[in-house]
């Protein structure tokens, strides 16, 4: 059994390659953030952009 912090960081991990991926929870994400930020694109870019440099990393 994994220890605690390193079950959360393969969660976050999981979780930072569905936004990239725009699948399951990360394209849920991105699928509210459009709806609640319409006229915002820039934030949502910045979003993905910073997903895309973790993932990346």
Do not use: H, T
């Not at 220890?3 to 569905?18: E, T, V």
């Amino acid at each position: 059994m994994l220890p605690l912090r390193r079950q959360q960081s393969i969660l976050d991990n999981d979780f930072l390659i569905s936004i990239y991926r725009n699948n399951d929870q990360g394209a849920q994400l991105i699928s509210k953030m459009k709806l609640f930020i319409r006229n915002k694109q820039n934030i949502l870019q910045s979003v993905e952009a910073v997903a895309d440099e973790a993932c990346a990393a």
